[in-house]
């Protein structure tokens, strides 16, 4: 139980100080609709994943695999300079991409670009601290992570605090970002020969790669339907948003335990899902505290609030379950199998979430795809699986079953 709270509480922690940046700006400009910032550069959060997961997980992998630096040190390199171009892209265009979301233009382009500008940062830190968690220094990533973190909060707070002017406000946050983002850039470059394998590093990342591609035209194109309805949905659908993020990234220790615990042959799938419910239903009650504490304050309109809120609340139940049974099936089954349900879910959430014709197209798509794929992993378990009085997942002997119903 020690371990689920020790890792959730990690991930939370990060995930919940990106989402308190945006939140606090928007109370100490009196103008909260600042805060919606987060839900209109959230698609980009899924570029960030998919160019650490080619550039620099991969390569880590590859490194790691083939005892080659030169990989880790390539991957760096060439993975940020396609972050540049890309980041740097959306920023020339940043009047089109907030138009495209559906959203004032004038009012949000400058916390958009800092926005924008914060991502890219975000992408850098993290691919050296991958690098460092590749070679075992955990708790030098972790600094480097943390730090990072805590100065963008600072940063944009205390000087929102001094003056209300903008850009001064995204050139302090930028400019510290690019300090301290370069220090650890330059303790981590060194000499190398280039080495970079395109189908060997998706190969290792294709999975996740493809998710976030799917995650990316979910909210890029979902929200922009949704953002068309109104500010009262915008505002609503943020605020949400903002309060359940960081609930969901600490969630997503649940199945990283269960990989952890399947790999030592020590899984319990009854424990398993016993302390699941337990973290799951604290960080729900997280997040419903938030949301009766401070809808107000945000101009959210209590129903149209409490359905988003309700959507989440119910697939974050269905996850308990879900993330434990689709990592057991993805190790102990069929990896490929496994793949092609995840794969196929989010395909049709992505659909859904695009050709919904109403404000709650993304959350409807994502409770389908939550309970369409747990239904389709629970089929799975239970027709080539049963629980011993033990609580532990054991294969069913067909052969045998198929003699005793011949007798």
Not at 72 to 97: E, P
Not at 104 to 117: E, N, Q
Request: aromatic residues 16%; positive net charge; charged residues 15%.
């Amino acid at each position: 139980m020690k371990r689920y709270f020790n890792m959730t509480i990690t991930f939370f922690f990060f995930s919940l100080l990106n989402a308190l940046t945006f939140l606090m700006l928007g109370i100490i400009l009196h103008d909260t609709s600042f805060s919606q910032i987060f839900s209109i550069t959230y698609p980009l959060q899924f570029v960030l994943s998919i160019l650490l997961s080619f550039f620099i997980s991969s390569s880590n992998i590859r490194a790691n695999k083939e005892n080659n630096e030169n990989c880790v040190q390539s991957g760096l390199v060439l993975g940020t300079i396609f972050a540049v171009l890309i980041f740097g892209i959306v920023a020339i265009f940043v009047d089109d991409y907030v138009g495209f979301m559906n959203m004032d233009v004038s009012h949000f382009r400058i916390f958009a670009l800092m926005s924008i500008g914060q991502l890219f940062f975000s992408f850098v830190i993290n691919s050296v601290a991958e690098a460092m968690y590749f070679k075992n220094q955990d708790k030098k990533a972790n600094i480097c992570n943390s730090c990072f973190i805590v100065l963008n909060f600072a940063s944009v707070v205390i000087t929102a605090l001094i003056t209300s002017n903008q850009l001064v406000i995204l050139i302090v946050n930028l400019i510290s970002l690019l300090i301290y983002v370069s220090v650890w850039f330059c303790l981590v470059i060194q000499k190398f020969k280039f080495d970079f394998d395109i189908v060997k590093n998706f190969k290792f990342e294709s999975l996740y790669i493809l998710g976030d591609i799917f995650m990316l035209l979910i909210y890029l194109f979902g929200f922009s339907r949704a953002f068309s309805y109104g500010q009262e949905y915008v505002a609503a659908l943020n605020f949400v948003n903002l309060i359940t993020d960081p609930q969901w990234d600490a969630l997503g220790g649940i199945n990283k335990i269960a990989k952890i615990e399947i790999s030592q042959n020590c899984y319990n799938y009854r424990k398993a899902l016993k302390h699941s419910a337990i973290v799951t239903l604290f960080y729900i009650s997280t997040s419903t505290v938030l949301f009766f504490s401070l809808f107000k304050v945000y101009h959210v309109i209590l129903w149209i609030g409490a359905i988003y809120l309700g959507i989440q609340v119910v697939d974050m139940l269905l996850n308990t379950i879900k993330a434990n049974i689709q990592t057991y099936l993805q190790l102990e089954f069929s990896a490929t199998i496994s793949t092609i349900i995840y794969m196929t879910c989010k395909a049709i959430r992505t659909v859904l979430s695009i050709f919904i014709m109403n404000a709650f197209n993304t959350n409807i798509a994502q409770i389908v795809g939550g309970v369409l794929g747990l239904a389709i992993f629970e089929i799975i378990r239970f027709r080539y699986f049963k629980m011993d009085k033990d609580g532990v997942l054991q294969r069913r002997n067909f052969d045998k079953t198929l003699k005793m119903e011949g007798k």
